[in-house]
Every structure is written in structure tokens, then in C-alpha cells.
């Protein structure tokens, strides 16, 4: 029930290509799916997020496209940099406060 | 990193050792949450707070305890450590302004040989 499942573990793109990441959560309760990006040696940060009231959320290169019936969500990156590469992580939660539920992870390398 | 500090950043203790990692914020948040981060299992929730001296256990808590004393302090202690205890553990924190969005330490390298 409450876990999530991310997909790839690794992937590789070529600069100016599409990064897709996609995740699939079980908890029907689940509310608030947001993206951390993690770079080496630093802890994960806030990306983007998006509530199940809409169905594509979209903040520069980043978009978050949501299938609230089919319980997936994934993470577009358009025209993707070098400066992407990075481990990015989905995530679930319910209410504020309440504990996040994380993907296991995605590698991303872009090459130059 | 949103005004939050972990110490020590680095350390290597031996198998027995009691083990405490500190986490400091200065945003005054609510929520503090402890997580560890292993390879092919993302990030794990050992234990979390909802304020001052209130906290809860997560999925990964054995082994582990938790106490806050004061708003901007969380300390996580590993009572006798073990090999399967090595792992970078963060620190977040969330809750200022009623949102979900976590604000995440640099971390801690911890090994236990």
C-alpha cells in the first residue's frame, strides 16, 4: 500500500534528447507527488510536484505528467543538459507532514 | 540547504559503538524527519517528529532512536552500530508554512567496520 515504484534504475541520453522517468504508486490516499533531484554528495531537493487535480504540470525543461486511474505519474525532461545528470527520486505522500514515500532512484547521465 | 546543518558529516565508528547524528535547523520548522539512503532502495524513513518531543517511528526504525528537545534540534542514535547500519543519513525538515515540501541536510557518511 505504500509504496512506489520507479523506473529505469539508469538511464542514458544524449544532450538535446527527451529524459523520461516514470513511477507507479499503490495507495489510492496519496495526494502530493513530488520530484527531488539529488547531485553528488548533496542531499535531494525539491524539482517539481504535482496533486492529482491535474493531469500535467510543466516548470521550464521539467514537466510531471499524471494518470490518476492508471496510479502512475513520470518526469519529463526536454532538451536535456549535461547539468541534468543527476539521481532523480519520485515520491508520494498523503497530508502535510505526514511521511514521504520515495522511488528507488533513476540515474540520469547526459552526454555532451 | 534551507538553513539546515547535520554533524558530523563524515564518521567511521566500529560495530558497538553507540553512534549520535545531529541535525539542526534554523527555520523553524515543524516537522524533522530522519532518512537513510542505500544504493537500489532510494531513501528509507528511520524515524520522524511533529514537534517537541513527539515523534514516531518509520519503516526502517530497528536499531534505531530519535529525541527532540528543542524545535531546532533532531538527534538520531544508533544505541550499539552495526555493519548494516553504514549509509549516508539525511536530515529533513518541513512544515513551515502548512506545505508538504521536505527541505533535505547535506548529509552523513556513516561507516561502521
Known amino acids: 500500500q505504500q509504496q512506489v515504484k520507479q523506473s529505469p534504475q539508469s538511464l542514458i541520453v544524449q544532450k538535446g534528447g527527451i529524459s523520461i522517468i516514470n513511477c507507479a504508486y499503490e495507495?489510492?490516499?496519496?495526494?502530493?507527488f513530488p520530484w527531488y533531484q539529488q547531485f553528488p554528495g548533496k542531499g535531494p531537493a525539491l524539482l517539481i510536484a504535482i496533486r492529482p487535480d491535474v493531469s500535467e504540470k510543466k516548470e521550464g525543461r521539467f514537466t510531471i505528467s499524471f494518470n490518476k486511474s492508471a496510479k502512475q505519474f513520470s518526469l519529463h525532461i526536454m532538451d536535456s543538459q549535461p547539468g541534468d545528470s543527476a539521481t532523480y527520486f519520485c515520491a508520494a505522500t498523503k497530508v502535510i507532514g505526514s511521511r514521504l514515500t520515495f522511488g528507488e532512484g533513476t540515474q540520469l547521465t547526459v552526454n555532451p | 540547504d534551507a538553513g539546515i546543518t547535520q554533524s558530523p558529516r563524515h564518521k567511521v565508528t566500529e560495530t558497538g559503538t553507540p553512534v549520535t547524528l545531529r541535525c539542526h535547523q534554523t527555520?523553524?520548522?515543524?516537522?524533522m524527519y530522519w532518512y537513510r539512503q542505500d544504493p537500489g532502495h532510494g531513501l528509507r524513513l528511520i524515524h520522524y517528529s511533529y514537534g517537541v518531543k513527539d515523534t514516531d517511528k518509520g519503516e526502517v526504525s530497528d536499531g534505531y532512536s530519535v529525541s527532540r528537545s528543542k524545535t531546532e534540534d533532531f538527534l538520531l542514535t544508533l544505541e550499539s552500530a552495526t555493519s548494516s547500519q553504514t549509509s549516508v543519513y539525511f536530515c529533513a525538515i518541513s512544515g513551515r508554512q502548512g506545505g508538504n515540501e521536505q527541505f533535505f541536510g547535506p548529509g552523513t557518511r556513516l561507516t561502521v567496520l
Open positions: 495507495n489510492t490516499a496519496f495526494d502530493y
Open positions: 527555520e523553524n520548522h515543524r516537522y
